[in-house]
């Protein structure tokens, strides 16, 4: 495995390509799926000008869930979402943040009554511990007989 380093404005590119590879080779972005290709690609893509030598948190990953309405073409659903979140710092020391979201969308009725969750890597003392966290959660296991209805990939400076 090889660390690539891609300019922040292309990391959504690199992700869209390994999404398109993963459905390429027959395989579904399903949670197993999702977590796998998280962790492949925080490991395998770095982005240029982000230093986590001074401070992990500037290149992390969460995991998150839950059933929203956001009031758009989606309507309440379910979310099970990893997200990758940037911190760069500009020429004044000021920071701006960047998130890169897939989630994985589901009818909402089974998950209704669960809650929401949420874990940052950065809480764990390795990647794979945050995962273990992430299969044993309630979301999770409800997943796991149901196929997602669609997933989105979101881009955005927050």
Do not use: C
């Not at 989630?103 to 929401?116: A, D, K």
């Not at 992430?134 to 409800?142: A, D, F, P, S, W």
């Amino acid at each position: 495995m090889m660390t690539k380093t891609t300019p922040l404005e292309n990391i959504e590119k690199e992700y869209k390509q390994a999404i398109q590879n993963l459905l390429d080779a027959g395989s579904a972005l399903d949670p197993n799926n999702l977590i796998k290709l998280s962790s492949a690609l925080y490991s395998e893509i770095k982005a240029k000008k982000i230093s986590t030598h001074e401070n992990a948190h500037n290149d992390m990953l969460l995991f998150q869930y839950g059933v929203y309405d956001w009031g758009n073409e989606l309507g309440k659903h379910f979310t099970f979402d990893i997200t990758r979140q940037f911190i760069d710092y500009d020429e004044e020391d000021d920071q701006e943040m960047f998130q890169l979201s897939i989630s994985l969308i589901y009818q909402p009725t089974i998950f209704e009554q669960l809650g929401s969750y949420s874990s940052w890597s950065s809480s764990f003392k390795s990647i794979d511990e945050w995962i273990e966290n992430i299969k044993v959660t309630k979301g999770y296991q409800l997943t796991q007989s149901l196929p997602p209805n669609t997933y989105t990939l979101i881009f955005t400076q927050v």
